[in-house]
């Protein structure tokens, strides 16, 4: 047993140092180019109840996303829990937008637009986010 947890522990901590080189521009294979992706997790619960349906965010989609990022961008289905302002577990439906961030320094301003204006017009707390370093080939 006790190999085990060292094992876990030796685990954790080899994972732990890997983060320190987040912000480093990964080597990537021939072909390939380092750029940044990212995940946006949209809850599609309004309060206590579903509210964002497909077609209003099809329309998000179109008027806030796709301007923003017109290089392409991929949509999924999720399902999601969390734990809201009140320390109360909520379950929620989502969408999941990945895409490949543009070259340049406007990639988190747009991100954080569409975020903010996501979380306005369907009464959000948040919008999850997660970005990280990528090899890229088109």
């Known amino acids: 047993m006790k190999r085990v947890v060292l094992i876990?522990?030796?685990t954790g901590v080899l994972a732990l140092?890997?983060?320190?080189?987040?912000d480093a521009a990964p080597a990537c294979p021939m072909g390939q180019e380092p750029m940044?992706?990212?995940?946006?997790f949209f809850g599609q619960n309004i309060g206590d109840?579903?509210?964002?349906?497909?077609?209003?965010?099809?329309?998000?989609?179109?008027?806030e996303l796709t301007p923003r990022f017109p290089g392409g961008l991929?949509?999924?289905d999720g399902g999601g829990q969390w734990k809201g302002a009140e320390n109360?577990?909520?379950?929620e439906a989502s969408k999941i937008v990945v895409l490949v961030l543009p070259n340049g320094r406007e990639?988190?301003?747009?991100?954080?637009?569409?975020r903010k204006a996501y979380a306005k017009r369907f009464n959000q707390e948040s919008v999850l986010l997660v970005t990280?370093?990528?090899c890229v080939a088109f």
Request: with cysteine.
């Open 8 to 10: 876990a522990a030796a």
């Open 107 to 114: 990639g988190p301003q747009k991100l954080n637009d569409a």
């Open 88 to 91: 109360k577990l909520i379950r």
């Open 49 to 63: 109840k579903p509210g964002v349906s497909d077609a209003d965010f099809r329309k998000f989609l179109d008027e």
């Open 74 to 76: 991929t949509v999924l």
């Open 17 to 22: 140092g890997g983060c320190a080189t987040l």
């Open 36 to 40: 940044r992706t990212a995940q946006l």
């Open 132 to 134: 990280q370093a990528a």
